[in-house]
């Protein structure tokens, strides 16, 4: 018998079923999001691979929403952190912080959304998230005049 990974198990071991969470919750953590999203600049939302992804000027990802991603048992938010940000807070609340497949080598974090984090923690890593990624647009001076 194999495992997910192709790996050999006994055959008395399986693995637990990942929770399933309602479509209620889940649809009201994500209209969460999006309602903070809504409030950065320049944020479109798009799927990335299956699941709603927060770009900032429709390029740069800066946050991922993911219902139970590979059978992980998650409700999340992976997001781009500035540089400490993924240490200082994975060290200091692993219940509601956690080191993300794929990105975490990046600087990124997870955020459990089924685990009631403060919502205004949850801002906080959505807004540094975004300010990782958001370049404001330039403004361009006008010419100088030359003297005559």
Request: charged share 25%; glycine share 4%; hydrophobic share 40%.
């Amino acid at each position: 018998m194999c495992d997910d990974s192709g790996m050999a198990r006994s055959a008395g071991t399986r693995k637990a079923p990942a929770p399933k969470y309602s479509r209620a919750l889940v649809a009201s953590q994500l209209a969460k999001v999006r309602a903070l999203c809504r409030d950065l600049p320049e944020v479109t939302e798009r799927p990335s691979h299956g699941s709603p992804a927060f770009m900032v000027n429709d390029k740069r990802a800066f946050a991922y929403f993911l219902d139970n991603h590979h059978d992980d048992g998650k409700l999340a938010l992976w997001c781009a952190a500035p540089e400490g940000a993924q240490a200082m807070l994975v060290d200091s609340d692993p219940e509601h912080y956690f080191l993300p497949p794929y990105v975490a080598h990046m600087g990124w974090v997870g955020v459990r959304l089924d685990r009631d984090a403060p919502w205004k923690q949850i801002a906080a890593v959505l807004e540094a998230a975004h300010q990782t990624r958001y370049k404001p647009p330039r403004v361009r001076k006008a010419p100088a005049k030359r003297k005559r």
